[in-house]
């Protein structure tokens, strides 16, 4: 089967518009999550045609939007017939933000639309901390600063550094108190939009006292980020950039070719990046962008 996609469009007679496009089999008796017997009463029973797949002529609000993230709409009835894996909401609804600005929009703010940085969880994480009771100098340091700062993860940022090794040490600990242990080893992190959920109305799966349970995970994961912070760059808080850790390795096309100890002299370096993987920009979670699972 042809692989799903999002396809939006515009013609000269200023129509616009979304089509989702893929070869969708008909599952008439099943979900195709789970493998079930070939004895033929399960057989696929044709595709699905193109016009009958999600589509959108013309939307009321004058623009329409996709970021690979859930776009069935209500009452659809086909649904087994697409993924059942779609995007965290937050890059969709940065361009929504911008769009729905109704103004005219200019070459110029397309490209700052392009390259918008903005971190919508972060916009609703930062502030639970407001309050917490710290448990040194340099944690409280850090909320004073995520406290003050307007959500973007730009490369040069002491903030943004903070909040991302932040984020992930929350993922971390909300994944191991949240999900059953025996499904750990098999699964990825939560999806964020799920952890946002559980941070701003947390259930009894964090304590008898879910809202101090909530508190001591969140105060526990900017304690261990301040720490892997000191730890990599030391105790100046001005090199705890984004950047610093978050960055592109430009290689040559020689690396491959040369011994290790050789490689730097070829290889650009370490170029800096800004984001992760909920802006516009979409730059990815590890450390090092062109080298997925490398943190180095």
Do not use: C
């Not at 993924?83 to 070459?107: H, I, K, M, N, T």
């Amino acid at each position: 089967r042809m692989p799903a996609e999002n396809m939006v469009w515009a013609d000269r007679d200023a129509n616009i518009g979304y089509q989702a496009v893929g070869i969708a089999p008909q599952r008439p008796n099943w979900s195709g999550l789970v493998p079930v017997p070939g004895d033929g009463r399960y057989e696929w029973d044709g595709f699905l045609p193109i016009k009958a797949l999600p589509h959108v002529l013309n939307p009321e609000k004058g623009f329409y939007n996709t970021s690979n993230d859930y776009q069935i709409p209500r009452g659809w009835p086909y649904k087994d017939a697409l993924s059942y894996l779609w995007a965290d909401p937050y890059r969709a609804q940065s361009v929504a933000e911008f769009l729905s600005s109704g103004r005219r929009f200019s070459v110029a703010d397309m490209v700052q639309l392009q390259n918008n940085d903005l971190s919508i969880p972060a916009r609703s994480l930062a502030p639970l901390l407001r309050d917490l009771e710290m448990p040194n100098s340099a944690a409280q340091q850090a909320v004073s600063r995520l406290l003050h700062w307007n959500n973007v993860l730009d490369k040069d940022s002491v903030e943004a550094g903070i909040y991302v090794m932040w984020q992930r040490r929350l993922e971390a600990n909300v994944r191991a108190v949240a999900e059953p242990k025996v499904t750990q080893a098999f699964g990825g992190i939560a999806p964020m939009s799920r952890i946002v959920s559980w941070m701003q109305a947390p259930d009894g799966r964090f304590g008898a006292d879910p809202i101090a349970g909530r508190n001591a995970l969140l105060t526990r994961s900017l304690e261990e980020a301040v720490a892997e912070l000191s730890k990599r760059f030391g105790p100046d808080m001005e090199k705890w950039k984004l950047g610093a850790y978050h960055h592109a390795r430009i290689l040559s096309p020689m690396t491959d070719a040369v011994k290790p100890d050789l490689q730097e002299k070829f290889d650009v370096g370490h170029y800096p990046r800004g984001g992760d993987g909920f802006p516009i920009t979409a730059t990815g979670y590890e450390d090092n962008q062109t080298d997925v699972g490398s943190f180095k």
